[in-house]
């Protein structure tokens, strides 16, 4: 996958129209840390606990999204991303482990604001919209990660020798998840084809927007003193 793609068709024109709040988020101090590895341990424990309450809530959404589709091409891509974010979980679960967290912990941990202010709105999109708009909404997250993960592997200013953090890095750039992010981009170009006249763009963006920018508040929770003062 190229970081051309993320610039083209109707999810490229979302992304343009999103403008400083884009790289707001895929540019943020967090995810610069991440790459040079000097992020501090707290600040990453406290993400991790949070992405994972935030997995459980995205696999809601993309259940939501299946029961907004007919066609069965559609909805078998669907369902492919909803069973992707459901085997996800036990890794992550695993991946935590090895930072010290275990699943006992993860159950026990309180939602952050910032954790309850995305996921709730895109499952208020989901629920007040139809299926182009709940996409809109996950997609900033699902071609996101992509994004960010093939920026930092390739970025000179990267470091994945004796970097903690080289294995997130490495696997969203993985050839596995970029293929599911793919379909998900052709699907949600195949909406936006059949759905998205020229009278919904600024509605689609809004939404868009609002996910990017929830986006870096959500790198920002790992980043604030007084969340992370207490891991």
């Not at 190229?2 to 895929?26: C, I, K, M, P």
Request: glycine share 6%; proline share 3%.
């Amino acid at each position: 996958m190229s970081l051309a793609l993320f610039e083209t068709g109707f999810y490229g024109r979302l992304r343009q129209q999103a403008g400083d709040h884009w790289h707001a988020y895929v540019s943020h101090d967090f995810v610069q840390q991440l790459g040079q590895g000097q992020l501090p341990p707290a600040a990453f424990r406290h993400y991790l606990t949070q992405d994972y309450l935030f997995l459980l809530h995205f696999a809601r959404a993309y259940g939501l999204l299946v029961s907004k589709l007919q066609d069965p091409a559609a909805l078998r891509a669907a369902t492919a991303s909803l069973n992707a974010i459901v085997n996800e979980l036990p890794l992550h679960v695993a991946y935590c482990q090895q930072w010290g967290i275990s699943e006992a912990a993860l159950a026990r941990q309180a939602e952050a604001v910032e954790t309850i202010n995305y996921t709730r709105y895109v499952l208020d999109v989901g629920h007040s919209g139809d299926a182009l708009e709940l996409m809109t909404a996950l997609m900033p997250c699902v071609a996101g990660y992509a994004e960010i993960g093939l920026t930092l592997l390739h970025h000179p200013a990267t470091v994945l020798a004796d970097n903690p953090y080289a294995d997130w890095i490495r696997n969203y750039g993985d050839a596995d998840y970029l293929a599911g992010v793919s379909a998900a981009l052709n699907l949600f170009e195949t909406l936006a084809h059949q759905r998205a006249g020229a009278e919904r763009f600024d509605q689609l963006a809004t939404i868009f927007t609002t996910a990017t920018r929830l986006e870096s508040a959500f790198w920002q929770m790992g980043l604030d003193p007084q969340l992370t003062s207490s891991q």
